[in-house]
């Protein structure tokens, strides 16, 4: 019976932390805006901006088949436990999303570094903390981390081309052209992971010019996937 029971335990602890996890990462704007995407049992998916506010929210229903990760299917509204916090809640969070299903949301308070006021501290398990004024001036109020994957920006003394930018996320490292470069290309991705992205330059026919010559502009680093757009 006693191992019956630490089994269950077992298997309800996993499900627990598998329920909250970070599925995929969106650049867009040449990676100066970042969308976080978290998936939570019941294939719902949190998308989270890296200011820490929930953006979107829903059911993705090609969450779980690995094969269509690489395509965004809109949200479907969920049909089960939804709460908010209510009127006699902290002012920071009076009002936001508090459950969904058995995930509860917590979020700094105004309490707390007028840096985080606001902010998603915690998804079920999976916990949130972010750069303050302490910090670069530039980075200031961005996720530092999701859990155990850490987030890096570019600061304000780097290169203007791509200063404020994502830098690294976990161990997968975002590399740019710089102001230096060639106009066409200059702060575009210049790598990510290690692999190389090649731009038509601004020497070649008209309707080329920036436009991507040879880079994968989606990969799957460390079972998430990195979606370049």
Known sequence: MKKIII????????????????TKLIFTNQCSS????????????????????????????Y???????????????????????GQYDNEAFRGKLKYIGNNQI????????????????????????????YDDALMAGKIKSA???????????????YKGKIKSTGAANFTYYSSFDDKAFAGKIKSLNGQPFVYYSSVE??????????GNMLQIIGGIT????
């Open 226 to 229: 990195y979606w370049i757009r």
């Open 34 to 61: 970042m969308t976080i995407s978290v998936l939570l049992n019941e294939n719902v998916t949190l998308k989270i901006s890296p200011d820490g506010a929930i953006a979107e929210w829903g059911v993705d229903l």
């Open 106 to 133: 917590t979020y700094y308070g105004s309490y707390e570094d007028k840096s985080l006021v606001g902010k998603i501290k915690s998804i079920g398990g999976l916990k949130f903390s972010y750069y303050t004024v």
């Open 63 to 85: 969450a779980d088949r690995g094969q269509n990760n690489y395509i965004e299917h809109p949200l479907k509204p969920y049909e089960g436990r939804v709460e908010q916090y």
């Open 7 to 22: 089994t269950a335990l077992a298997i309800a602890i996993t499900t627990f932390s598998y329920a909250q996890r970070i």
């Open 147 to 161: 859990g155990d994957l850490n987030f890096s920006f570019y600061n304000q003394f780097d290169n203007d081309a």
């Open 205 to 214: 026919q008209q309707q080329f010019r920036g436009a991507l010559k040879s």
